[in-house]
């Protein structure tokens, strides 16, 4: 059973900087992709970053150029490094990864979620 653990969420104020991580443990066929999610108090969950096994990665536009993803596919982790944290970044932050089935298909799994929370 793969299970991911999240950490390094917290209180910062405006213009600061977190780095998540995240990790995953238990058998992994294969890695598709990796990714953050965030989900603020009454909103959905949206997508924050994504990178591809390949290492090629994607940002909503509303972090463009101050969040960076990065991951080692050979330790099965993923990073966020989150730099001039804006009051509107305030989430839960959930890491997430797309993962091949040996069978057929791919599944996603999820970590527990860690707070971020920016101060102005």
């Known amino acids: 059973q793969v299970q991911l653990v999240e950490s390094g969420g917290g209180l910062v104020q405006a213009g600061g900087s977190l780095r998540l991580s995240c990790v995953a443990s238990g058998v992994i066929f294969s890695i598709n992709a990796r990714g953050w999610y965030r989900q603020a108090p009454g909103k959905q969950r949206e997508l924050v970053a994504t990178i591809s096994g390949d290492g090629v990665a994607s940002y909503a536009n509303s972090v463009k150029g101050r969040f960076t993803i990065s991951g080692d596919s050979a330790k099965s982790t993923v990073d966020l490094r989150m730099n001039s944290l804006k009051p509107e970044d305030t989430a839960i932050y959930y890491c997430?990864?797309?993962?091949?089935?040996?069978?057929?298909?791919?599944?996603?799994?999820w970590g527990q979620g860690t707070q971020v929370t920016v101060s102005s």
């Open positions: 997430n990864f797309r993962l091949q089935s040996p069978f057929g298909g791919a599944y996603d799994k």
